[in-house]
């Protein structure tokens, strides 16, 4: 994510808050209730961020991990493409056997 992005973001969420709070005192409530309300609205959507992205953290399904793992798995699909047949086979040999001794 780019600077300008989370600028842009921030604006939103403060936008939000304005209008929010400009609705609820539409509604009827007073500057106060309105203020609250929508504080509790806004801190709400945080926490409920807040546990996407640690939810996403724990299990690693982040934009990076999944970066790293199809890096990784180019970098051996490259390497098992440069093998020779004979080398293949002494691979797919070592493979059985562990298997086996498992």
Do not use: C, H
Request: charged fraction near 20%.
């Amino acid at each position: 994510m780019r600077r300008i992005d989370v600028i842009y973001i921030g604006l939103a969420v403060f936008a939000a808050g304005g209008g929010i709070y400009l609705l609820l005192q539409a509604s009827g409530l007073n500057g106060i209730s309105a203020g609250i309300w929508s504080q509790v609205l806004l801190v709400t959507g945080l926490l409920g961020w807040v546990a996407t992205y640690a939810a996403r953290a724990l299990t690693q399904n982040m934009t990076y991990n999944q970066q790293l793992k199809e890096y990784e798995d180019a970098v051996l699909q490259k390497r098992l493409d440069e093998m020779t047949p004979e080398e293949l086979e002494r691979l797919q040999a070592e493979v059985e056997a562990e298997k086996q001794r498992q």
